[in-house]
């Protein structure tokens, strides 16, 4: 198995920007693919990005253009920079960890991500 620790959430107004990180620890060879999810209140959770293990990323058509995908290998931690912050992206934002034959890894515990108007 594989833990997963996000960080970097907060307050920010609309417009602002945020970076969330996630720091993986575990059976890290086993990871495939990093993504990112989000679940804003009374709403299921939602795909926000992904990145394989290759360095290819997609997103959700919500955050084209405005959220970026990263991974540092060394420090074995994806990142989630996000520009152009609207209050619909008010979540909690889940790290997720998939092997490489799309089997679950696990799930970080979340962090708070609140856009005010």
């Known amino acids: 198995q594989v833990q997963l620790v996000e960080s970097g959430g907060g307050l920010v107004q609309a417009g602002g920007s945020l970076r969330l990180s996630c720091a993986a620890s575990g059976s890290i060879f086993a990871i495939g693919v990093m993504a990112w999810y989000r679940q804003a209140p009374g709403k299921q959770r939602e795909f926000v990005a992904r990145?394989?293990?290759?360095?290819?990323?997609n997103y959700a058509d919500s955050v084209k253009g405005r959220f970026t995908i990263s991974s540092d290998n060394v420090k074995n931690t994806v990142y989630l920079q996000m520009n152009s912050l609207k209050p619909e992206d008010t979540a909690v934002y889940h790290c997720y960890a998939e092997g490489r034959y799309s089997d679950s890894l696990g799930w970080g515990q979340g962090t708070q991500v609140t856009v005010s108007s």
């Open positions: 990145i394989t293990s290759n360095g290819s990323s």
